[in-house]
């Protein structure tokens, strides 16, 4: 199983990346596929989900209308659609599988990451 992530760059403040999850080593679709963010300095945090089992979530209120997550069948990727970026939303970035159907299991499996970077 491997999770590979793309799409990170420098974008201005006010700007939009998308991030994709390129999933390998399983049936694409049938498992959970979460995004994460480490800033400097600060821990981890969930940003959404996207579960076969229990459809999409959003870990906080402050990702709803900005970031979104979805499925691209084309490229059989799962991807993060980000708009309006602020500064603090530099970080590198992750996508991750529990290796099961719903949002709700651990995850534990994890790509390396992307990193984003936002100037102001």
């Known amino acids: 199983v491997q999770l590979v992530e793309s799409g990170g760059g420098l974008v201005q403040t006010g700007g939009s990346l998308r991030l994709s999850c390129e999933t390998s080593g399983f049936t694409f679709g049938y498992w959970a596929i979460g995004w994460f963010r480490q800033a400097p300095g600060k821990e981890r945090e969930g940003i959404a989900c996207?579960?076969?089992?229990?459809?999409?979530?959003y870990d906080a209120e402050s990702f709803k209308g900005r970031f979104t997550i979805f499925r691209d069948n084309v490229k059989s990727t799962v991807d993060l659609l980000m708009t309006s970026l602020k500064p603090e939303d530099t970080a590198v970035y992750y996508c991750?599988?529990?290796?099961?159907?719903?949002?709700?299991?651990?995850?534990?499996?994890w790509g390396k990451g992307t990193l984003v970077t936002v100037s102001s």
């Open positions: 991750a599988t529990p290796q099961g159907n719903s949002c709700q299991l651990g995850m534990n499996t």
């Open positions: 996207l579960g076969a089992r229990d459809g999409m979530s």
